[in-house]
């Protein structure tokens, strides 16, 4: 299908076609196909715009990963058919570890994220679904972690991610980065660093605030120092109470 880039709502289009294709790869579980349509709900009431909030908590996710000493990055199938390619730049821009990490796991959906990875950098290096359980108080589906991966990381960076793995990783004190358009999941308020945010506006601006942050450490004490997740939440959940609705503002709004 091709899509105008003249059409207004182009950009979610093209996140649509990536998870549809995603879908039919075998990289993704239907509850995927419904997870990403909970956050375009999301999005549209954000005007599909990345918001002061998301921008400071960009800041602070950054600094976490470049702080680190073990940074993992879970992906999902929703994460590796929207933001395959920064997932890798990130990863070598921090650097960190990329690790599958699934709710319905299959063997076929691992390996249709691995293809995918490969066609981005052939030589990437991915670690696998682990297949035992390593994380404490989520349940065993939920609780499997690959040995070399998250149960030694000190940051984990968990998008579109489920409310008990991301409690679960909190109370195993790792301190754990998100990004999720719905600022009132269990994600969002169990993170320490909720980036509320279309993943696929927030990871582009990842990498460059990492290699921004690269050039002028200074700066990483102080966008920790100063970000306060709760607060930043009720930014983004005040933004959305006070949402203007009229037929102009909304269709300035997808312009
Ligand atoms: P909880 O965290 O309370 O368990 P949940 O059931 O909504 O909430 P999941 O369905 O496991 O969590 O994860 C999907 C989350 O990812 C949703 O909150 C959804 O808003 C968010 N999401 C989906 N697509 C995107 C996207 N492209 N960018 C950012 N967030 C997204
Ligand atoms: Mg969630």
Redesign the pocket.
């Known amino acids: 299908m091709d899509i105008s880039k003249n059409h207004p709502r182009y950009a979610s289009l093209v ?1 649509r076609k990536k998870i549809v294709d995603a879908f039919e790869s075998g990289m993704l579980a239907k509850a995927g196909l419904i ?2 349509g ?2 375009e709900t ?1 999005d549209y009431l954000f005007c599909e715009k990345t918001h002061d909030f998301a921008i400071d908590a960009i800041r602070a996710a950054a600094s976490a990963l470049l702080l680190a000493k073990n940074p993992v990055i879970s992906v999902n199938g ?1 994460v590796t058919a ?1 933001v395959c390619d920064e997932v890798v730049a990130l990863s070598k821009e921090v650097p960190a570890t990329i690790e599958i990490n699934l709710f319905y796991w299959t063997r076929e959906r691992e390996d249709a994220i691995r293809l995918a990875f490969c066609g981005i950098d052939p030589k990437v290096k991915l670690l696998g679904n682990g297949t035992k359980p390593k994380i404490k108080g989520t349940c065993s589906n939920r609780a499997k972690a690959n040995s070399k991966g998250i149960p030694n990381a000190d940051v984990v960076l968990i ?6 793995r ?1 409690n679960a990783l909190v109370n195993a004190g790792k301190k754990t980065i998100t ?4 600022p009132f ?4 308020i169990a993170s320490d660093i909720t980036i509320v ?4 506006r927030a990871f582009p601006l990842l990498v460059r605030e990492v290699a921004r942050l690269k050039e002028t450490p200074s700066l990483i004490p102080d966008a920790l120092v100063k970000f306060d997740n709760k607060a930043n939440l009720r930014k983004a959940a005040n933004y959305l109470k006070n949402r203007p609705y009229s037929f102009e503002e909304e269709l300035i709004c997808i312009r």
């Open positions: 996140s997870a990403h909970r956050g999301f929703n929207l998008p579109l991610e489920d409310g008990d991301a990004v999720d358009l719905n999941s269990r994600t969002a945010d279309n993943i696929v």
